[in-house]
């Protein structure tokens, strides 16, 4: 029963490179069916209320607490050396480089990409893909491409309001409970805030948005087996989607602002 | 005989060790109803999923109208697709669209068909399966499994295909509400003139569908004739599906406990 540790490192090893080869096979194939007709705009559209739209509710909610939140945390740590007038550089700063995006997809990951991954594993295993073939329909074309155009395109959308709500969380803190006067407030917020902290939030999201989106089509499509593989896949679609947005954040950070 | 409509050809197909075609001959006649009977396990699925390019064999060679179709680009095989309709057998309806959407899936995504003649053709399809135009406006999960079975069978003749296969037609069904399936598979595949496959291990379906009959055991086709000789195969696998017995020369794999 006991395997040797070395072995089962082997085999992990071995199963996170196939997984890796898996993907980006997978993802290859969607690109090479996004450059072709048809498109199927209708889908498009329909994938982009369903990430965006109805997403708007959980993201601002998330957005306006960790506004609250990050105001009134450095007003404690600031007060001890007086320099409570970066208070409001620091929420925008924080909120549009860092933890609009990766808060607001962390949530999206939660919520759209396991819909995505029990929608597509469901229609895997009761063979309706199977069934769109013989329609003569791609199921990347039809399934996966609008998914991952939707989550590009929506989530920079969703990460931007999620940034104005969370400045407005920080600005209420700011005004009803520190005392700070409104108008010191935005200028403050507005006057050093840069171009890039914006942007640079803004195309992370876009990445955040695909690799949603790319989990939930993938683990979703290779699912197998039933209830439970359909449960699995949305298991691994949430997990391997936040893992993901994790990590891309910390490099794409490096290549915007490394010194 | 003239040019078989579909020819297969050594056909063989393994997941991983385990061998489930294992050289499939087959041809089957313009205008005919062939069909291909088997245990559970058998191979039978696998079978119609490579001729309709969803898995792809390991080796042999798949003709249709004499075209070979192993190895073609993604723009020829859709065309080649074209020729199929094929009844899955869990129904496979698509469950965020309602029923004349599903029947008219293939006319309005592949053909370009406009939504208003498509809905048309959808009624009319729905119509000829015995539903009428108000069972359109529903959803899949709204409707009973004899009448599921009757939308996907819509579904795959809404194009008028050449070839349709059917999955296990009358599994899951009341003996009843089978024998309208089949009578239905009948009529549609004779209105069409269309070349017909069929797989089931239901006896009383193949009698009825079927011109000819062949039985797949093990990965390889050992027996095949018209329907009228099944009784008389002079083959004892045969017999023992026929007419069900657990003793016989096919032994179930059951493992020990």
């Keep these: ?259 | 005989m003239a040019s078989p409509k579909i020819s297969l050809r050594g056909v063989t197909k393994a997941f991983g060790a385990k061998q489930v075609l294992r050289g499939i001959d087959l041809d089957v006649a313009s205008g005919e109803s062939m069909v291909v009977i088997g245990g559970s396990g058998t191979g039978k699925s696998v079978l119609l999923k490579c001729i309709l390019g969803l898995i792809r064999p390991d080796s042999g060679s798949i003709k249709v109208d004499g075209e070979e179709t192993i190895g073609l680009s993604d723009r020829d095989r859709a065309r080649v697709m074209r020729k199929f309709g094929m009844l899955f057998q869990g129904g496979a309806l698509f469950d965020s669209l309602r029923v004349w959407e599903n029947v008219a899936f293939g006319p309005i995504q592949s053909d370009g068909m406009a939504a208003t003649a498509a809905r048309e053709v959808a009624i009319a399809k729905l119509g000829a399966v015995g539903l009428g135009p108000e069972i359109g406006e529903l959803f899949p999960a709204e409707l009973s499994g004899g009448m599921q079975k009757r939308v996907a069978l819509a579904r795959a003749i809404a194009r008028e295909p050449e070839i349709i296969f059917f999955d296990e037609p009358t599994t899951g069904l009341d003996p009843i509400m089978a024998d309208v399936i089949n009578d239905l598979i009948v009529k549609s595949v004779s209105d069409l003139g269309a070349t017909a496959v069929s797989i089931t291990h239901d006896m009383a379906s193949a009698r009825k569908i079927g011109h000819r009959i062949t039985m797949i055991h093990e990965g390889r086709l050992i027996w095949q004739g018209p329907v009228a000789d099944i009784d008389r195969s002079g083959n004892p696998h045969v017999d023992q599906f026929i007419h069900g017995r657990a003793q016989g020369p096919i032994r179930m794999q059951v493992k020990k406990l």
């Design chain 1, 1 to 259: 029963m006991s395997v040797p540790l070395i072995t089962l490192l082997g085999r992990m090893t071995l199963a996170f490179l196939e997984a890796i080869g898996s993907v980006t096979t997978f993802a290859a194939q969607a690109l090479r069916a996004a450059l072709r007709p048809p498109w199927y705009r209708q889908q498009i559209v329909r994938q982009m209320l369903e990430i965006g739209y109805y997403s708007l509710p959980v993201v601002g909610l998330t957005a306006i607490f960790t506004g609250m939140v990050l105001a009134l945390q450095s007003y404690t740590g600031f007060a001890r050396f007086s320099a409570e007038s970066a208070i409001p550089n620091v929420v925008v700063v924080s909120l549009t480089r860092e933890l609009g995006p990766v808060l607001a997809a962390l949530m999206v990951a939660g919520r759209v990409g396991a819909a995505m991954a029990a929608e597509i594993g469901t229609m895997r295993v009761t063979e309706q893909i199977d069934a769109l073939t013989t329609l003569s329909t791609d199921p990347f074309k039809y399934l996966v491409v609008p998914r991952l155009i939707a989550g590009l395109v929506t989530l920079p959308i969703l990460v931007l309001i999620a940034d104005i709500i969370g400045v407005m969380g920080g600005f209420l803190v700011g005004v009803y409970k520190l005392d700070f006067n409104d108008a010191a407030y935005l200028r403050n917020t507005l006057d050093f805030l840069q171009f890039q902290d914006v942007f640079s939030g803004l195309v992370k999201a876009a990445v955040f948005g695909f690799l949603i989106a790319l989990m939930g089509c993938y683990h979703g499509y290779m699912s197998r087996g039933g209830a439970q593989g359909v449960g699995m896949a949305t298991t691994a679609a949430v997990v391997s989607a936040s893992a993901l947005i994790l990590t891309f954040n910390y490099f794409i950070t490096e290549a915007f602002f490394s010194i």
